[in-house]
């Protein structure tokens, strides 16, 4: 006998002899030879979870006998799904969790109260199927629920190491100022310069000679730490407050405050519009915030531990990439995952800073070429981007990678070429950037063809670089350099029959 088989035999014979007189449940494989016997610590309607003299194990009720006082009914137990963690975005959850039920031909029945809390029903025995809830709390205190098992789900802007991340939305931070402010905009560096409290009045800024105010909330906030994250600084601030809607009050009532606040959280404020370091406007639209081109976008996630969620929450997670769900993120005054097209062409801002932020490196042929594939092309939200100092997508590009793929296989692009186009900052020698951008977008394609092996050669994006030839921001700032560092998606027209070399030759 091989030393394999002799350890699956000896593995076998352990979990048939132990006996089970003392113990909840034994579960006897349907098949037969294998039996073991533990307490029963769950049941989620397709998974048995017991503590065996072996751990604890989880195991699937399809290929399992349950014997014993403690074995549960055959169907799915009333699901208790508890989400916690940050407040603005509170909103969130009770649109989705309607959504869902409404989704499924459920009866979503709302509580009273001041915090979140309601019942899912079955709608013709109504029997309750899940029982929700939203608790707003600190972040430290929100991570040791789910780490705990106090919680399912946490509510944040900010991933975590050791949680899993679900993505539901985007918020875009936007400068606040009063109405009657009359100071025309802010430049990214003289925000940085505001936020560290090295600005004591508007005049050092381009507003009048009156002092400046700065409003944050307060610094143990998840979306506080989410922006002192983005930022690289924590805000030097004058007043802080509790929730984005009592910060949007204040700045509105003090004509000298300023304040970073969420887009879905602006009145009774103004926005002051955002440019770079060099004039460059910096727009939060739609595009631009799922794209990662507006440079305090912040992803809205639901975090949890790494153990079995109940059935109805998978199934809930499952739904946060509907079109439905999109739709309730919306709805909510956030900005949705779901992708967004606009035509090369709609976008005359970025062919203008092309123009005019193109270095000596930059050749009008490296421009022509750029714009020939431009033409007719449509630009997708979906939008790459690496972990600094690393060749690893970060999770919002990992999530977008997955709803790529899903797309490509229902056939969302027939009759299209898919482009995968990569962009560098300006550091360094324009020979060695032009590289490593088809080196990004090479490895952009890599990883979707991991997620998707069935993809065939012809639903492939092709791969194409540019170097610094179409840059986002100057690249002054850190921030700046990091927006240049991408890889885009393009559709491009292809009606040319089978064998028809491509519209963009792959790069090699």
Partial sequence: MGVKAGLAALCVAAFVSVPAAAQDVTLVAREGGIVLTGTLQGYDGEFYRIDTSYGLLTVDGQGVICEGPACPELVAPKAVIRVVGAPDAAALVPA?????????????????????????????????????????????????????????????????????????????????????????????????????????NWAEIGGPDMPLVVHALSPDTDLQKALADRLGQTAAADVVHPDLASLAEAVARDPWAIALSGRSAIVPARRLPLTDSCGFPLLPTTLAIKAGDYPLALPVSLLSAKRRLPLLAREFIGFLRSPASGEAVAAAGFIDRSVTRQPMTADGLRLINAIQGAGEDVTLEDLKRLAGIMDGADRLSFTFRFEDGSSTLDAVSQDSLADLAQLIAAGQFRNQKLVLAGFSDGSGAAEANLALSVERAAKVAQELAVIAPDLSPAQMPVVEGFGEALPMACDETAIGRQLNRRVELWVVPDFAPPGTPPLVAPTP
């Fill in 96 to 200: 989705l969790v309607q959504a869902f039920a409404g989704s499924r031909g459920l009866i979503h029945e709302a509580a009273q109260g001041e915090t979140y809390a309601a019942r899912i029903l079955d709608p013709t025995t109504r029997k309750v199927l899940a029982e929700v809830s939203f608790t707003p709390m600190g972040p430290e205190a929100a991570t040791a629920a789910v780490l705990s098992g106090a919680a399912e789900l946490k509510l944040s802007f900010r991933a975590e190491p050791g949680l899993g991340a679900h993505s539901v939305a985007m918020e875009g931070m936007v400068v606040l100022v009063a109405p009657d402010n009359p100071t025309p905009e802010i430049s990214t560096v003289d925000l940085a310069r505001v936020l560290a409290g090295e600005v004591e």
